[in-house]
C-alpha cells in the first residue's frame, strides 16, 4: 500500500505587544493616585532590602495637603471605564474604532446622544456593522449604556439579568405594552395577555427597581483628593507645577549595595543584581509617571485655557485623541493617566478627566457644555407667549451653525432642567 505525505508551509504575520513585568508595573503606576502609590511602594520595599521608601504622607498630611471632595471636584470616570473594558472585549480594530465613536458620543449618564441615521452617515457604515457595534457597547457594564431612550436603557438593563418569570414578563411589557405601562393601564395588559393583574404588578415592581440612567456618580464623601498638579496664573499666563509634598520617595540603599555586591557566593550575588534592576526599573517608572502626568496637565492647559483664565463657564471641545495626537501617545495611556489625578487651580480644584468634552454633534465645532449655554440663552430670551419649541429650538441653533436633531437638542433641554414648551407657557401664566 501506498502511502503519500502531503505538506503545505504557511506563512502568517501575527502582530503582538508583550509586556513584561517592568512595563506593567509602569502602565499600574500611571493609573494610581498618591495614596495608592505610596502603598505599593511600600509593599515592594519590604521585598527589596536595596531601597526604602519615604512616604511623606502620613494622615495628617492628608488632611493638611488634600481637600475633602466635594462640590469644587469635578468627576466623569464613565468614558476611562468603558474603554478599559472594550481594550479586552472588542479584538477587531475596525470594530473597535466605532465602539469607540459611540463611547464619545455618551452622556455624563451613558444615554448615547446621537441617531442611527447619524451615525450611519457620519461613519459611512452599514446598518450591520452599526447593530454590531451597538451590540459591543450592550455588553458593556454598567447595563443599559448606549441607550437611545429611557425606554431602550430599561430594556438593556433587563436583558442583563437573569431569565426568571417576573424579568421576562417585564420585558414584554416593556417592549410591546410601555405607554400602557407608563399609564398604569393593567386591566389593558392583563386583559390583552389574558393574564391575572397580580403578575403584572409583580413585574411592574421589577421595572421599577432598574435605574433611569444607566450611570450616575456616586461620591464618597469621606474621600480626600490630593492635587498632583498645580496651575499659576500670573497676570493671565498660566504655568504647570508638580506636587512634590505629599509625593513618595524611595532611598536607595547604598551601604546594603556595597556591603552584598562584592559577596563571593554566587547565589547572593545573581540576587543583588535581580535587586538592583527592580530598583532601577521602579526608578524609572516613577519618573515616567511624572514626565507624563505633567506633559499631559500641560497640553490640557494650552487647549482649555479661556476656561481655566476664566474668560468663558465653557470647555472646548476636547477627547482623548485628542491630547493622544497631540503628544503622540495611546488613548489609552491619556485614559490612565487621567485617572485619579487632580489639578489645583485659583478658582477649585477639578479631575483632569473633567476638561474633556465632547462635541456636540460630528460637525460641530462646539462642545455639549457650549451649545447647552446657547440652548438656555434661547429660552430665557424667549417671547412669553410664544414659548419655543424643541423644534423651532433647532432651527434658531441651525441659524448658528449649530446643526442639532430635535431628539438631541430634547435631551440637552431635559439636562438642563428646563421643562418643555407647554410647560413653561403654564409656568409663565401662573406666576407671571
Same mark, same amino acid.
Given at each position: 500500500m501506498l502511502i503519500k505525505s502531503s505538506y503545505q508551509i504557511n506563512q502568517k504575520q501575527l502582530h503582538k505587544l508583550i509586556l513584561n513585568q517592568s512595563m506593567r508595573q509602569s502602565l499600574f503606576m500611571l493609573q494610581t493616585d498618591l495614596v495608592d502609590l505610596t502603598a505599593y511602594l511600600q509593599e515592594l520595599s519590604m521585598s527589596n532590602p536595596l531601597f526604602d521608601v519615604n512616604p511623606s504622607l502620613t494622615k495628617r498630611d492628608v488632611e493638611l495637603l488634600a481637600i475633602p471632595q466635594n462640590s469644587l471636584v469635578q468627576d466623569q470616570s464613565l468614558y476611562s471605564y468603558l474603554l478599559e473594558q472594550i481594550r479586552f472585549s472588542v479584538k477587531n480594530n475596525s470594530l473597535r474604532r466605532i465602539v469607540i465613536y459611540l463611547i464619545e458620543n455618551l452622556d455624563e449618564h451613558g444615554y448615547l446622544l446621537l441617531s442611527d441615521a447619524e451615525i450611519l452617515q457620519e461613519l459611512s457604515i452599514d446598518n450591520r456593522t452599526l447593530k454590531e457595534a451597538k451590540d459591543c457597547l450592550y455588553d458593556l457594564k454598567p447595563s443599559g449604556v448606549g441607550a437611545q431612550s429611557f425606554k431602550e436603557c430599561l430594556i438593556l438593563q433587563l436583558q442583563s439579568k437573569k431569565a426568571t418569570t417576573s424579568n421576562l414578563l417585564a420585558l414584554s411589557l416593556l417592549e410591546d405594552y410601555f405607554a400602557d405601562v407608563v399609564n398604569h393601564n393593567w386591566t389593558n395588559i392583563a386583559h390583552s395577555l389574558n393574564i391575572s393583574i397580580k403578575n403584572i404588578l409583580s413585574a411592574f415592581s421589577v421595572i421599577q427597581s432598574l435605574k433611569p440612567y444607566p450611570y450616575w456618580n456616586n461620591y464618597k464623601a469621606n474621600k480626600y483628593l490630593i492635587p498632583e498638579l498645580i496651575m499659576i496664573n500670573n497676570k493671565g499666563k498660566l504655568s504647570l507645577h508638580i506636587t512634590r509634598n505629599g509625593y513618595p520617595q524611595i532611598v536607595f540603599a547604598e551601604e546594603t549595595y556595597n556591603q552584598l555586591k562584592n559577596n563571593t557566593d554566587q547565589e547572593v550575588?545573581?540576587?543583588?543584581?535581580?535587586?538592583?534592576?527592580?530598583?532601577?526599573?521602579?526608578?524609572?517608572?516613577?519618573?515616567?509617571?511624572?514626565?507624563?502626568?505633567?506633559?499631559?496637565?500641560?497640553? %490640557?492647559?494650552?487647549? *482649555? =485655557?479661556?476656561?481655566?483664565?476664566?474668560?468663558?463657564? $465653557?470647555?472646548?471641545?476636547?477627547? +482623548?485623541? /485628542?491630547?493622544?495626537?497631540?503628544?503622540?501617545?495611546?488613548?489609552?495611556?491619556?485614559?490612565?493617566?487621567?485617572?485619579?489625578?487632580?489639578?489645583?487651580?485659583?478658582?477649585?480644584?477639578?479631575?483632569?478627566?473633567?476638561?474633556?468634552?465632547?462635541?456636540?454633534?460630528?460637525?460641530?465645532?462646539?462642545? %455639549?457644555?457650549?451649545? *447647552? =449655554?446657547?440652548?438656555?440663552?434661547?429660552?430665557?430670551? $424667549?417671547?412669553?407667549?410664544?414659548? +419655543?419649541? /424643541?423644534?423651532?429650538?433647532?432651527?434658531?441653533?441651525?441659524?448658528?451653525?449649530?446643526n442639532l436633531s430635535r431628539r438631541t437638542v430634547t435631551k440637552y433641554r431635559n439636562k438642563l432642567g428646563i421643562p418643555n414648551a407647554n410647560q413653561r407657557k403654564k409656568l409663565i401664566k401662573k406666576y407671571c
Open positions: 550575588k545573581l540576587y543583588i543584581r535581580t535587586k538592583y534592576q527592580e530598583y532601577q526599573n521602579l526608578r524609572r517608572n516613577l519618573n515616567h509617571r511624572l514626565q507624563t502626568i505633567a506633559m499631559v496637565g500641560r497640553c %490640557i492647559i494650552s487647549l *482649555q =485655557t479661556p476656561f481655566l483664565l476664566r474668560e468663558t463657564r $465653557e470647555l472646548k471641545p476636547l477627547l +482623548l485623541k /485628542d491630547i493622544a495626537n497631540k503628544l503622540n501617545i495611546s488613548i489609552s495611556t491619556v485614559s490612565r493617566t487621567i485617572n485619579g489625578k487632580y489639578l489645583q487651580t485659583d478658582f477649585g480644584m477639578f479631575e483632569l478627566k473633567y476638561f474633556f468634552n465632547r462635541q456636540a454633534s460630528p460637525n460641530s465645532h462646539q462642545s %455639549i457644555s457650549q451649545v *447647552q =449655554t446657547q440652548l438656555q440663552q434661547l429660552i430665557k430670551q $424667549e417671547d412669553a407667549n410664544s414659548t +419655543l419649541s /424643541d423644534q423651532k429650538l433647532v432651527t434658531l441653533l441651525a441659524k448658528q451653525n449649530i
